[in-house]
């Protein structure tokens, strides 16, 4: 069933939201990181408009060129393992964990003390990676879980992978959209997404983020009074 998500007036009110947003830096060197195109942007309006619905949010941010967000509970993060601590620390009594934040799933396992230096000019390195902690895993396994939101930034197959990404992470909600598209998702202020639960697919058309983020807020709110 595919429909378009109509203005609703739940509130949030009372409900404690803990949201995750931007990207994460894992360090090569002193200087160097591996990261990805997250600008954070959708997490950030995610946050307003819950704010705005009435609950208490905790933002929990990689690095990001955007301006803390006010009335709210902020926490400013670097590598995936830092935000893999602060999320499982916040988490606690939360009633919604929304997980939008592109954590990177690999990091280094000796990152380099100094600079590194190009020996000659064919020269090659090789760096040793090893798999990240898996936050929504972890979450979705907690005793006391909070309702689970995740997103799923595709290439392809957009319907496919966010279906299976909801079943294998445990979730009670996915957003998922296309990041192959130039005039939507990362770096972009515009975006659309589809719902997708156990029990439906909800689309939302191509809109600006902060429309986007008050509809699947509008949405999240409906799902959880069921």
């Known amino acids: 069933l595919i429909i378009y998500i109509m203005k609703n007036t739940t509130t949030l009110k009372g409900k404690k939201i803990l949201i995750s947003a931007g990207p994460t830096r894992e360090p090569i060197d002193p200087i160097r990181f591996i990261s990805n195109r ?6 950030y309006a995610l946050a307003e408009s819950a704010v705005e619905e009435g609950a208490e949010v905790t933002l929990i941010s990689g690095p990001v060129n ?4 006010k009335k709210l509970n902020f926490i400013s ?31 280094l396992k000796n990152p380099y003390k100094k600079k590194l230096k190009k020996n000659n000019k064919d020269s090659l390195i090789s760096l040793d990676m090893e798999e990240n902690k898996d936050i929504l895993e972890a979450v979705a396994n907690l005793t ?10 595709e290439t392809d197959n957009l319907k ?18 296309d990041v192959s598209r130039s005039d ?43």
């Open 38 to 43: 997250s600008s954070g942007k959708m997490g």
């Open 66 to 69: 955007i301006k803390e967000p």
């Open 77 to 107: 993060v670097s590598t995936a393992d830092s935000m893999f601590k602060a999320v499982l620390h916040h988490v606690i009594g939360k009633d919604i964990f929304i997980s939008v934040a592109a954590v990177s799933d690999y990091s």
């Open 144 to 153: 006391n879980r909070p309702y689970l939101v995740g997103f799923a930034a």
């Open 160 to 177: 496919k992978n966010a279906r299976k990404k909801l079943e294998n992470k445990k979730l009670d909600l996915i957003v998922a959209n």
């Open 184 to 226: 939507i998702g990362f770096d972009s202020d515009f975006n659309e997404a589809i719902l997708i639960d156990s029990q439906e697919e909800v689309f939302v058309p191509k809109t600006n983020k902060n429309r986007l983020a008050r509809e699947i807020i509008n949405h999240i709110s409906m799902k959880i009074k069921e």
